[in-house]
């Protein structure tokens, strides 16, 4: 009996979509939910200062001594908003900062209390390609835990 022929499309599409999940399926599934929430609840206060929330929301590891750093297209006349978190429970305290079209380190932070997410705000000079960097800070525990990113724009 001959097995039917897999078309090669359906096969890489199942190779990029596994490969596009793999960091996410390293998650505790709690976890990533834990932090979801939190960076979602941290959009809802910013909403209701004008803030346009975009659907969208970005959850990935975020390693312990090397961070996490987002590539995102910015516009020059907008103000932007990202709302970044990792688990509450998780003892791990963040810090971040948009990096600027010549690698320099720009924005205005405001950290959550405990330190487990905050808001960056940033108002692009120019229209381009920017990076959101966020990393551990030495003030909590040290663990790859899961980072969950919203942003907004007005």
């Not at 599934?29 to 979801?36: N, R």
Request: charge should be positive.
């Amino acid at each position: 009996m001959r097995t039917p022929a897999v078309p090669s499309s359906f096969l890489f599409l199942a190779l990029c979509t596994l490969m596009l999940l793999a960091p996410v399926a390293r998650l505790q599934a709690g976890d990533a939910e834990d932090a979801e929430k939190a960076a979602s609840a941290l959009a809802y206060d910013q909403e209701a200062e004008g803030y346009n929330i975009r659907a969208e929301q970005t959850t990935r590891n975020l390693e312990a001594k090397l961070g996490k750093a987002t590539r995102m297209q910015l516009y020059k006349g907008n103000e932007y908003c990202f709302c970044v978190a990792v688990p509450k429970s998780s003892g791990v305290q963040i810090t971040g900062a948009v990096l600027d079209l010549e690698g320099k380190p720009a924005g205005d932070i405001l950290p959550v209390l405990d330190g487990w997410g905050f808001v960056l705000f940033y108002k692009p000079k120019k229209t381009g390609m920017y990076m959101i960097a966020i990393h551990e800070t030495d003030k909590g525990k040290r663990k790859e835990v899961p980072v969950s990113m919203v942003t907004g724009y007005k």
